[in-house]
């Protein structure tokens, strides 16, 4: 289990190095997406500056809490969102827009193992709830993208970081995902469980 | 003259700051003995994680989690009260004031239009659960309920030759498909009878209650205990990457049930197993029953 420190725009070949268990701080830019922004994304054409956030960076599944501070909005709690409600578009996301990491919680599904396998990506881990200590990386808002449209939490939030992390990588760009380990190991307690009943 | 309608209003404002940013001791408490029995190293850490973002959310008076839920009320109030009718629109302004002043997140999205409403309400929210008690005070609590866990929460209609290890397998059932997504360790309410939206009402109330209490009734609250004990034993983990700890607290309520059926209520709530509860004098002196204030 290794710690690395990445910086947008990151390579296919740092991400290939990267395996579950592995710890990653990231640097750079940001950008929030849930339900809604996934769909604009795959119905629309996208702004260019947006595409360009987009293209070897990182998209996070995140609505964050907005405070306006002297006229800006300012995020104070940033946590992650549960990405499985992603997972029927996040394989054409990351293969329209060639993001790299992923981070949500909970995790995702096959069809997402295969994007990360196919495109080079991972899927990076927050714990969820941790809204408070989100924001410590978040140094500045660079742009909204729809705000009005969609609404505070489904608005595009592009937001420069400074190592953002620590967060787990629980699925690899080689088929490795902890949630599937996970899963298989608590389907067996459960099946002895429900023996023992 | 004290105006009593300002009082509860503002109150009703500081219990939504009260609830999304400080966690009530019960819950920090349960956090930090999960923590200290948890064998897992990776479950170790995350535990740690949560018990640092609750106390940094404390600390800076910022949201626990950027989820702040939609709101719901648990309304008693007291035959000799004052108010009554006008307690709707009171917690309503407050919940549109507290949305602009905390801030909270606005989580409110009309169904139809896909509209966020902007200010955590619309049709039926935020929504209230009424009991009228004998008394001059009113007590109030707050529900601030995040989506994440919300989403895993499920209504079982089982046989009733099933019986409680049905019951009990329905919980079961219901962890393992969810696995991390609804933020474990969880606290998990089940309502056992009654109809089924009974089960899911005494679900969600059940689990309002202190992590650290003890149902009234032995029974259930040896039930409440092997459901805990089972639950823990899945391996799910805290974020559902594997440990000891998949749940804080399980807490059931029953309800008689009709001879045929047997509706098994199962509530879902996250470890920011966030509430605010305050008891308010006809006189305005205000209690506050989970918070130091």
């Known amino acids: ?197 | 003259m004290v105006n009593l309608e300002k009082i509860i209003e503002d109150t009703a404002v500081k219990m939504l700051q009260l609830a999304v940013t400080e966690l009530p001791p019960d819950v920090m408490n349960a956090l930090k003995k999960a923590r200290e029995r948890e064998t897992n190293e990776r479950a170790k850490k995350i535990l740690d994680t949560l018990i640092t973002n609750a106390e940094i959310a404390k600390e800076r008076r910022v949201p626990i989690c950027q989820d702040t839920g939609l709101i719901i009320w648990y309304v008693k109030v007291g035959e000799d009260f004052p108010i009554k009718s006008k307690l709707y629109e009171i917690l309503k302004n407050a919940t549109i004031r507290a949305t602009k002043e905390v801030p909270l997140r606005p989580n409110a999205v009309d169904p139809i239009t896909e509209k966020n409403t902007g200010n955590n309400t619309g049709p039926h929210v935020p929504y209230i659960n009424w009991e009228i008690v004998p008394g001059n005070e009113l007590h109030l609590t707050v529900l601030p309920k995040g989506g994440g866990s919300e989403y895993w929460c499920r209504l079982y209609m089982i046989k009733p030759i099933e019986g409680l290890n049905g019951a009990i397998k329905c919980v079961l059932q219901t962890l393992k498909e969810a696995m991390g997504k609804p933020c474990p360790p969880l606290v998990i309410g089940v309502g056992i009878g009654g109809g089924a939206d009974i089960a899911l009402k005494l679900a969600k109330k059940a689990i309002l209650r202190p992590l650290d209490d003890m149902h009234p009734n032995p029974k259930v609250a040896e039930l409440e205990q092997r459901v805990l004990n089972l639950a823990n034993k899945l391996g799910i983990g805290p974020m559902g990457l594997g440990g000891d700890t998949t749940c804080l607290g399980v807490k059931v309520e029953v309800a008689a049930r009709h001879v045929a059926t047997y509706p098994v209520g199962i509530v879902i709530q996250c470890w920011a197993a966030r509430r605010c509860s305050v008891i308010i004098n006809k006189d305005g002196s205000v209690r506050y029953l989970t918070h130091k204030v």
């Open chain 1, 1 to 197: 289990m290794a710690e690395y420190k990445l910086k947008t725009p990151i390579s296919e070949e740092e991400i290939r190095k990267l395996r579950v268990g592995d710890i990653i701080y990231i640097s750079g830019i940001i950008v929030s997406a849930r339900d809604k922004a996934h769909m604009k994304a795959l119905k629309e054409d996208l702004p260019e500056e947006l595409k360009k956030y987009l293209k070897d960076g990182v998209v996070y599944h995140v609505g964050p809490v907005v405070k306006k501070i002297n006229d800006k909005l300012i995020p104070i709690s940033a946590g992650p969102t549960t990405s499985i409600r992603m997972e029927p578009v996040e394989h054409e996301f990351i293969k329209r827009f060639k993001v790299r990491v992923v981070v949500g919680k909970g995790g995702m599904g096959d069809k997402t193992l295969s994007a990360l396998k196919e495109f080079g990506a991972v899927y990076a881990h927050w714990p969820g709830g941790c809204g408070a200590l989100a924001v410590n990386a978040i140094k500045n808002v660079k742009k909204v993208f729809f705000l009005e449209e969609l609404g505070v939490p489904d608005a595009f939030w592009v937001l420069e970081v400074e190592n953002f992390g620590p967060l787990l990588i629980t699925m690899d760009s080689h088929g490795g995902s902890i949630h599937k380990e996970v899963s298989e190991k608590v389907e067996r307690n459960f099946q002895q469980i429900l023996e023992q009943l």
